[in-house]
């Protein structure tokens, strides 16, 4: 009850430093990068839908390959970056909520990526007359790192912050001084997640457009806008985690162990 | 004498607490970034002049273009990259000094990036019998926004950090607020620049391989150690920028308005 009433008192001293520009700043970042990360998904899904006929499992192949963008930009872009930006969203509940939503954020990209993970290497595979071969280009060799970064991420993220728990005073440094480290890997695993997103879909318009890129069809500005909105992503992410006035109520509750 | 005295002072201080651990972490770390911001380069060198054949400037246009992808990883990766790792590499300069060195690097980029993308340019423009379009691609609109900020951090970071200077005292608190604004963009468009090479890469080896691509050539399989290297330093220097250890003397010389 006195902790509680210790977070209300600091709370709302904290909100009362927040001028109006930082408030219009905040909200304006929060709601842009929302926008965007939903908007990448839509604009990934009526591409697929309009230009490639939808979805399908096994039954038509190039139907099924369309799964692979669109679970893809849902798992490493969307769950993960709502994921990230939970820290700067919830600045009212318990950081332990906080943590567990960005847990189960996290692992709901999980499925996306492994699904859209079989869905290429079933066309691959299964392509008649001649399979195609797989990870022999850039985009599926830096696929296979950002899969590894964030296999490595959600694995210590969940052992560190919520298995660690058990023990709370015990390793509350530990887990103090693993904080930036994660942190700045999942920056780095987002923006990589980025990086294979613009190789895919360079290489797709090229074998689906050829020389007709040049020209500028429709689909190729659709291709292109849904890369730009992951280029702004990587922009507006990259300035909401370095603004530490964003992150909320982080110095109280370091004070009271509960990382 | 007597400030110089306190730095060494607070030099030897700092040194010491430094355990042998972060000695050899902080080499190693600083050693491959290095090691990867040359190899790069050396890799794209190696790859124009092995593949297609070096230099040449209008009298032959696919050599004129080779002139794209080394001087734009010259520009935007090893000069930039040296630019950034300098703030951790001059660990026993005066900070005026690292900022005046970091200045030049960004500066000697700028060449490199203004003539590589002319280079790109005339190779399209004078293309017979019939021009190739520019900017209809999802990596030119990349790059256009990469060289964007980066016009733009460098204005900045030139009028705020070097010529504001000339008021110390007036100027310092607004100074201090910009250093972590104008790091995080530096990272970002660090990032923004490998996101650029990844898919200019991309493009330029499926118009070049086309299907064989997949049957992993030799030349294929250089371009993707050359981005897997970009993709190496992008984890490599979002890591290295993130140790605050790694950053030194900020404090003492923050203390001293040296900002």
Redesign the interface.
Same mark, same amino acid.
Do not use: C, K
């Given at each position: 009850m006195g902790k509680n009433k210790m977070h209300t008192h600091r709370h709302y001293e904290e909100e009362n430093e927040w001028g109006c520009g930082s408030w219009l700043e905040y909200t304006m970042v929060v709601v842009l990068a929302s926008v965007l990360l939903l908007g990448s998904l839509a604009l990934t899904l009526f591409w697929v839908i309009y230009y490639h006929n939808g979805f399908a499992w096994r039954e038509d192949l190039s139907k099924q390959f369309n799964l692979h963008p669109v679970l893809m930009v849902a798992g490493f872009i969307t769950f993960s970056g709502f994921s990230i930006l939970l820290y700067r969203i919830c600045r009212c509940c318990r950081r332990i909520y906080v943590k567990l939503l960005h847990t189960v954020f996290h692992a709901l990209s999980i499925p996306c990526v492994a699904i859209g993970f079989m869905a290429v290497l079933d066309t691959h595979n299964l392509k008649r007359p001649e399979a #195609? !071969?797989n990870f022999?280009?850039?985009?599926s060799? +830096?696929g296979l790192?950002t899969m590894g970064?964030f296999a490595i991420q959600f694995v210590v993220g969940f052992f560190s912050f919520l298995v660690l728990l058990c023990c709370e005073g015990a390793t509350s440094a530990f887990r103090a001084a693993l904080v !930036?480290?994660h942190?700045?890997?999942g920056? /780095?695993t987002f *923006?990589?997640a +980025?990086?294979a997103c613009? /190789?895919g879909? /360079?290489?797709k318009? #090229?074998?689906t457009l050829g020389n007709s890129?040049?020209? *500028?069809p429709e689909e %190729?500005i659709i291709?292109?806008a849904i %890369? *730009?909105s992951l280029?702004a992503l990587?922009?507006l992410i %990259?300035?909401i985690?370095?603004r530490?006035e964003f992150r909320f109520r982080a110095h109280v509750l370091i004070r009271s162990g509960d990382l």
């Open positions: #195609i !071969p022999y280009s850039l985009h060799w +830096i790192v970064l !930036p480290i942190a700045s890997f920056l /780095t *923006m990589l +980025i990086a613009v /190789t879909l /360079t290489e318009v #090229i074998f890129y040049s020209r *500028m %190729g291709v292109n %890369g *730009m280029i990587a922009i %990259g300035y985690l370095q530490d």
